[in-house]
C-alpha cells in the first residue's frame, strides 16, 4: 500500500476525518489526529516526525469515548486540545488535556479539562484563536455561535455569549480571523458571514453555495479562502464580497478542505474527495491580481496554478494541516485511517 | 663624354647666379642655409673657413688624393678667373646699350612741340562757330516746343470729355478691356480736378464704369462664361479696385453649396447601392445614380480649376474645400460601413469615391488627394472588417440565443440539435462568407485597394484571430451567465434550466467543432488567398495563428463539458442533499419501498441523456472498447469480487465489516472513477453518473444511520444498480461506486444487519412494477 509515494505514512486503526497541527509543541513536527468509528473503541494519536523527517512516531496513543468529527490541537499549549464528537445520536464537544508521559506510553487517559455542553444540535467545529494565547474558545453548532471563557487552570470554560445563525442557516464550520481577534468567519449553505465577536453581530457575508470549508491567510489581511461543491476553490478579499479575487478549478469532486501555507504566499493545499490532494501556487497580492485578470482574459498563456497533485490516497482525503514549524511539511488524513506527511521542498524552489 | 659637359653647364650656371646676385636686391636672400662646415663640399659658402678646410683635407686625404685635389683646384681657380673676367665684360657692354638708348629718345622728342600749337588754334575757331549758331537758333526751338505741348493738353481735354461716351461704346461692344484702360488713364485728372471743370464728366464716366462693373460681375459669376472671359472680368474688377476678396468669399460659398449638392449624391449612391442587392433593379438605378455623381463631380472640377485660374492665390481654400470633400464622403462611408454592407458595395461606395479623388486630382494636384484619401480609405477598410467581425460574432450568438428562445416556447424533442447545426452553420458559413467577402476586396484591381491590398491582408488575419478570441469570450459568457442564473433560478425554473445546460453543451460541441472543421478550413481559405501581406512586419510572424485558436477551443470545449456535467450534477447534488440532511436516520422506520428521490435522480439523468444523445456523436461500440481497454482485468477482477461480497454480505456481513472492506481493498486495484470525459454520449452520462454516485457516497459519510436507515439505502441502491447499469459505459466503475454506497452506509450504521434477499427482492420487483405502469414505454 505504500506505493511509489514520496510521503511518510502512519496507519490508524480506522477510519478518520480530522488531524491537527501541534502547533504549540516548538520542539517537534507534531500532528494530533483522532478516529471516527461508529462502533470501537476510538483514539487520539499524536504523532512526531522523527528527527530525520524520515519516521512518523506515535508519540502518544490514547483512548476517545466517543468517535471523534473534529480536532483543534491549542495554539499555546501542546498538551491541551479540543475535540467533537459524537455517540451517534448525540453530539458534544470537550477541551482535553494530555497527561504528563515521562516516558511511557502506556498512560492512556486524556484528562477532561471541560466540556462544552451548552449546544443542543449538531456540533460541527470548535476553534481556536491561531495566533497566539487567547483564553476564548469558539464553538460551532447547527445553528448557533457559541465564545467560551476557558479557564485552564481552574478546568472550566464559561459560555460569554451566544448568538443564533438566524432561521434557514445550517452552520457547517468556521475560520477565526488569524489577524483579528474579533472576527470569526462561518460558513453555512448559501454563505459565509462574518460576525464580529465583541457585539456578536454579523458585519457581513459572502452569498456562494454550497461551501465546505474557509480559512484565512495567515500571512495576509482580509484574504479569505474558501472550498466547494462542485466549483472548486476561490479566494476572496473580505472587503470585497461580491465576486472573488481568483478562482481555481479545485478537484474532480467535492472539494472538502483548503488550508493556506501559514509561511510562504499563496501556496495552499486543497484535499478531495477525489481521493487527492492538490497544491496551487495563487498569486495573490494586489499587483498580481491585475495580472492575473489580464492573463484570464488570454487563458492561452495562463500559468497552471497547480503545482502538484498527490494522488496516491484509497479514499476521500479529509483532514489536512500544515506545519507551523516547518511549514513546508503538510500532514494528509485520508478516509481510511492513513495520515501521509509530504513535503512541498521540490516545488519551493520553482517558484 | 659626361666629365666634359658637367663643368660646362656647371660654369654656365655659376655665371647666371652670379650676376643676378649682383643686381638682386638682396644679396644674403640667395645664400644658401649655412651648411655645416666640417665638410669638404663647404667650400662654396659664405662660412667657408679655409684653415679648417684645409686641416680636414690634410686630416682625411692621403698625399695622392692631396695632390689630385691640388690640381683640381688650381684648374678650378682658374676657370673662376675667367668668369669673372666675362662679367665684367658683360656688364659693360649692357651699360652702353642703355646710353644708346637715351640718346635716341632724345632726338625723337624736339620737333613735336609746334604741332601742338597748330591744333590748339583750330579747336578754338571750331568753338566760336558753334556758339553763334546756337544762339540764332535758340528762340524757334522755344515756340515750337511750347506749341507742342499745348496741343498735347488739348488732345488729353478732349479725350475725358469723350471717355463718357466711349465707355458707352465700349459697353456696347463688350470691350471692357479698354474700357478699363480707359478709365483708369483717366483717374488721376479726375482725382485732380473732378470736383471742379470735369464733374459732369467724372459722373458721367463713372455711371457708365459702374455699368461696367456690373456687367462685370455677372459675367464672373455665369457658368456659362468661359473661364478665360471669367478670369479676365476678375482682373479687371480688380484693377478697378474693387473688392474681389468679397467676390473671391462668395465665389467660394457658391462652390461650397455644389458641394453638398454633391454629398446628397453621394447617398444617394449609398441607397443605390444597397438597393442594388437586389440585383435587376437595382442596377439600372445604381449606374443612372453613378453617371449623375459623376457627372457633377466633373462639374465641381471644373469649376474648381476654373476658380483656381480665377483667384490664383486661393489655393490653401480651394485644397480645404477639396479635402472636406473628401474626407466627408470617407465619413459617410464610415457611417455606411457601420451599418451590414457587403465588400462589394463598400467597394462600389470605394470606387466612385475613388474616381472624385482622381477627377479632383487633376485639376488640385497640390491638394495630395490620392494619399490623403488612402489614409482615409485605410480607416474605412480596417472599420468595415472589424465591423464585419462583429456582425459575424452577433450572427453566431444569435444563432444560439434564438434557439434557446425558440426552444423555451416549443419544447422539441430536437430543439438542441436544431441549435448546434444551426450554430455550426452560422459559424462555418458565416466565416466562409467573410472570407469570401474580402477576397472581393483583394480582387478587385482598384488603384486605392491595391494598394492597400497588404494591410487588408493583415486585417483580416488579424480580425480572424480577433474573432476567435471574441468568440470564445462570448462562449464563457454564455456558459458563465447560465452559471449565474442557475443560483437565480434555482429549482423553480426547472425546464429554463434544462435549456440552459442544453446550450452548454451545444457550445461544449460546437468549439469542437470549431477546433477541428473551421479553422482548419479558414487557414486553408487564408493560405490560399491572404497570404503575404506582412506590413506588420516578419517577426511578428502571421497574424492569423490557428494554432492558438485551436488550443483556445480545444480547452474551452473541454471546460465547457465539464461545465455542463457539472451543472448536471449539482442538480443531482441538490437533490441529494435534501434526500440526506432532512430525515433524521437515527430514527428511521422499517423501509416499505425505494424511495422516490431514486425515480427524481434516474429523470434527472433521463434529460440529461437525451440532451446528450441530441448533440454528442455516439462512443465506439462498447463491448468493443470495454475489450480493448487495460481497465477490463481490473473491472472483471471487481466485478467478481463484488459477487462474492454480495453472497457474503447477506449472511456475515455485519461482523468484521471495516476488516472486510480493507482487506477487500488491498486485493483489488483501485477503479478509476474519475476518468478523462470524451466527446461522447457514453463518456459525458457514466461521468455525471459516476460523479452522482461519489456525492451520494459522500452524503452517506456524513450521517449515521440506525438499522432501518441502513436498510433504506441498501434497497434504494439495489434499485439503482439496473437503470445505472443500462445507460453507462464503465458498468464496474458504477458497481464499484454503488457497492462503496451500501459499505459507506454499513459503517455508519450503529447496527448494520442488511435486509433479507427475499424482502429486498419483493420491494424492487414492487418498485418496478409500479415504474413499469407509470411510463410504459420507456426502457
Known amino acids: 500500500m505504500q506505493g511509489g509515494s514520496s510521503g511518510i505514512g502512519y496507519g490508524l486503526k480506522y477510519q478518520a476525518r480530522c488531524i491537527s497541527d501541534v502547533k504549540a509543541d516548538t520542539d517537534h513536527t507534531s500532528f494530533i489526529t483522532g478516529t471516527l468509528s461508529l462502533r470501537e473503541e476510538n483514539e487520539v494519536h499524536l504523532i512526531r516526525l522523527s528527527s530525520g523527517g524520515t519516521e512518523l512516531i506515535c508519540e502518544g496513543l490514547f483512548s476517545h469515548p466517543n468517535e471523534i468529527w473534529d480536532l483543534a490541537s491549542c495554539p499555546f499549549d501542546q498538551r491541551i486540545f479540543s475535540t467533537v464528537f459524537s455517540t451517534g445520536e448525540s453530539y458534544g464537544a470537550a477541551i482535553w488535556q494530555i497527561p504528563e508521559l515521562y516516558g511511557q506510553l502506556n498512560s492512556p487517559q486524556l484528562e477532561r479539562i471541560a466540556s462544552l455542553d451548552a449546544h443542543v444540535g449538531k456540533i460541527n467545529r470548535v476553534l481556536w484563536w491561531p495566533s497566539g494565547r487567547h483564553d476564548k474558545l469558539i464553538s460551532i453548532d447547527d445553528e448557533n455561535l457559541f465564545l467560551w471563557t476557558l479557564d485552564c487552570s481552574k478546568k472550566a470554560a464559561q459560555v460569554q455569549s451566544k448568538q443564533s445563525s438566524g432561521m434557514l442557516h445550517y452552520l457547517s464550520g468556521g475560520a477565526w480571523d488569524p489577524h483579528d481577534i474579533n472576527a470569526v468567519a462561518t460558513t453555512c449553505e448559501s454563505s459565509v458571514q462574518f460576525w464580529d465577536l465583541r457585539t456578536m453581530k454579523k458585519t457581513n457575508a459572502i452569498e456562494h453555495a454550497h461551501i465546505h470549508n474557509a480559512n484565512y491567510d495567515m500571512k495576509k489581511n482580509h484574504i479569505l479562502v474558501t472550498a466547494e461543491d462542485e466549483s472548486g476553490i476561490h479566494i476572496w478579499d473580505t472587503r470585497k464580497p461580491k465576486s472573488p479575487i481568483q478562482e481555481l478549478p479545485g478537484h474532480t469532486h467535492w472539494t472538502w478542505a483548503v488550508t493556506c501555507n501559514p509561511e510562504y504566499d499563496g501556496l495552499i493545499l486543497s484535499a478531495g474527495t477525489d481521493s487527492t490532494v492538490n497544491l496551487w501556487m495563487a498569486p495573490t497580492s494586489i499587483e498580481d491580481e491585475a495580472i492575473s485578470e489580464s492573463i484570464a482574459e488570454s487563458p492561452a498563456q495562463q500559468a497552471d496554478p497547480l503545482l502538484n497533485s498527490y494522488s496516491d490516497y484509497e479514499d476521500s482525503v479529509y483532514g489536512l494541516a500544515w506545519s507551523s514549524r516547518e511549514p513546508w511539511i503538510f500532514a494528509s488524513l485520508s478516509y481510511d485511517g492513513r495520515v501521509v506527511v509530504e513535503s512541498i521542498k521540490p516545488f519551493l524552489s520553482r517558484k | ?779
Open chain 2, 1 to 779: 663624354m659626361e666629365t666634359d659637359d658637367v663643368p660646362l653647364d656647371d660654369k654656365a650656371k655659376r655665371m647666371r647666379d652670379l650676376l643676378s646676385s649682383f643686381y638682386a636686391p638682396d644679396p644674403s636672400s640667395t645664400d644658401n642655409a649655412p651648411s655645416n662646415p666640417g665638410t669638404l663640399d663647404a667650400i662654396n659658402t659664405t662660412s667657408f673657413d679655409a684653415d679648417q678646410y684645409m686641416n680636414l683635407l690634410i686630416q682625411k686625404s692621403n698625399l695622392e688624393a692631396l695632390l689630385q685635389r691640388h690640381v683640381e683646384m688650381a684648374a678650378e681657380i682658374k676657370n673662376i678667373d675667367t668668369d669673372l673676367q666675362m662679367l665684367v665684360y658683360e656688364n659693360y657692354n649692357k651699360f652702353i646699350s642703355a646710353t644708346d638708348a637715351i640718346k635716341r629718345m632724345k632726338t625723337n622728342i624736339v620737333g613735336m612741340e609746334a604741332n601742338m600749337e597748330q591744333l590748339l588754334d583750330k579747336i578754338m575757331s571750331v568753338q566760336s562757330k558753334s556758339d553763334g549758331v546756337n544762339t540764332s537758333l535758340f528762340e524757334k526751338r522755344e515756340r515750337v516746343e511750347k506749341l507742342h505741348r499745348t496741343r498735347n493738353l488739348l488732345r488729353k481735354v478732349q479725350f475725358i470729355y469723350d471717355l463718357p461716351t466711349r465707355l458707352e461704346k465700349c459697353i456696347e461692344a463688350e470691350a471692357y478691356v479698354d474700357a478699363v484702360k480707359f478709365y483708369t488713364g483717366a483717374m488721376p485728372i479726375f482725382k485732380a480736378y473732378g470736383d471742379s471743370s470735369f464733374q459732369d464728366c467724372k459722373q458721367a464716366s463713372e455711371e457708365a464704369i459702374a455699368v461696367i462693373v456690373k456687367n462685370l460681375q455677372g459675367k464672373l459669376f455665369s457658368d456659362s462664361e468661359s473661364i478665360q472671359a471669367r478670369a479676365e472680368a476678375a482682373v479687371l474688377l480688380k484693377q478697378l479696385d474693387f473688392p474681389v476678396d468679397s467676390l473671391q468669399v462668395k465665389l467660394l460659398e457658391k462652390l461650397e453649396q455644389s458641394l453638398g449638392d454633391l454629398q446628397l449624391k453621394t447617398n444617394d449612391i449609398e441607397n443605390a447601392s444597397m438597393e442594388s442587392n437586389d440585383p435587376k433593379q437595382g442596377k439600372v438605378s445604381d449606374s443612372v445614380h453613378i453617371t449623375a455623381h459623376e457627372g457633377s463631380v466633373r462639374g465641381f472640377a471644373e469649376a474648381i480649376s476654373a476658380y483656381r485660374v480665377i483667384f490664383p492665390e486661393s489655393e490653401e481654400q480651394l485644397i480645404k474645400l477639396v479635402q472636406d470633400v473628401v474626407v466627408k464622403h470617407f465619413e459617410t462611408t464610415e457611417q455606411y460601413v457601420k451599418g451590414r454592407i457587403s465588400s462589394a458595395n463598400l467597394m462600389c461606395v470605394l470606387r466612385t469615391i475613388w474616381t472624385d479623388v482622381l477627377l479632383m486630382d487633376e485639376v488640385l494636384s497640390e491638394a495630395v488627394l490620392p494619399v490623403f484619401s488612402l489614409e482615409a480609405a485605410q480607416i474605412a477598410l480596417k472599420q468595415h472588417v472589424a465591423s464585419t467581425f462583429n456582425y459575424l460574432l452577433q450572427d453566431i450568438s444569435d444563432a444560439l440565443l434564438r434557439v434557446t428562445v425558440s426552444s423555451k416556447e416549443a419544447a422539441e424533442e430536437h430543439s438542441l440539435q436544431v441549435a448546434l447545426e444551426a450554430s455550426k452553420k452560422a459559424v462555418l458559413q458565416g466565416s466562409m462568407d467573410v472570407l469570401l467577402d474580402f477576397r472581393q476586396l483583394l480582387d478587385d484591381d482598384l488603384q486605392l485597394l491595391v494598394q492597400l491590398r497588404d494591410f487588408i491582408i493583415d486585417w483580416v488575419q488579424e480580425g480572424f484571430q480577433d474573432f476567435f478570441r471574441a468568440l470564445y469570450d462570448r462562449f464563457l459568457l454564455l456558459s458563465g451567465r447560465n452559471s449565474s442564473s442557475r443560483q437565480d433560478q434555482g429549482l423553480t425554473g426547472a425546464h429554463g434550466e434544462k435549456v440552459l445546460a442544453g446550450l452548454v453543451l451545444v457550445l461544449a460541441q460546437l468549439s469542437v467543432f470549431i477546433e477541428q472543421t473551421v479553422i482548419p478550413r479558414i487557414t486553408e481559405e487564408i493560405a490560399a488567398s491572404f497570404s503575404g501581406g506582412g506590413a506588420r512586419g516578419y517577426e511578428n510572424g502571421p497574424a492569423f495563428v490557428p494554432g492558438v485558436i485551436c488550443r483556445i477551443f480545444r480547452s474551452a470545449g473541454e471546460r465547457l463539458l465539464h461545465h455542463y456535467i457539472n451543472m448536471r450534477t449539482q442538480k443531482v447534488s441538490t437533490l441529494l442533499r435534501k434526500r440526506f440532511t432532512t430525515p433524521n436516520w437515527v430514527k428511521h422506520k422499517e423501509p416499505r419501498e425505494v424511495h422516490m428521490f431514486v425515480d427524481l435522480f434516474l429523470q434527472e439523468l433521463k434529460e440529461s441523456a437525451s440532451e446528450v444523445k441530441q448533440i454528442l456523436p455516439q462512443g465506439l461500440a462498447r463491448k468493443h472498447w470495454r475489450s480493448d481497454s487495460n481497465g477490463s482485468t481490473a473491472s472483471s477482477r471487481s466485478n467478481q469480487l463484488r459477487d462474492d461480497k454480495m453472497t457474503r454480505s447477506n449472511t456475515q456481513r455485519a461482523r468484521s465489516q471495516l476488516l472486510e472492506t480493507h482487506l477487500a481493498k488491498l486485493f483489488k486495484q483501485k477503479v478509476e472513477i474519475f476518468t478523462k470525459v470524451e466527446y461522447t454520449q457514453e463518456s459525458v452520462v457514466t461521468t455525471t453518473v459516476k460523479l452522482c454516485l461519489k456525492s451520494l457516497q459522500e452524503f452517506v459519510r456524513l450521517q449515521t444511520f440506525n438499522r432501518s436507515g441502513f436498510q433504506q439505502i441498501q434497497l434504494d441502491i439495489q434499485f439503482l444498480r439496473t437503470p445505472l447499469k443500462e445507460t453507462v459505459e464503465d458498468e464496474a466503475a458504477v458497481d464499484f461506486l454503488l457497492d462503496e454506497v451500501i459499505v459507506a452506509a454499513s459503517e455508519r450504521c450503529l447496527d448494520p444487519i442488511p435486509l433479507e434477499p427475499p424482502i429486498l427482492d419483493r420491494l424492487i420487483q414492487a418498485k418496478l412494477a409500479k415504474w413499469k405502469e407509470q411510463n410504459p414505454i420507456s426502457p
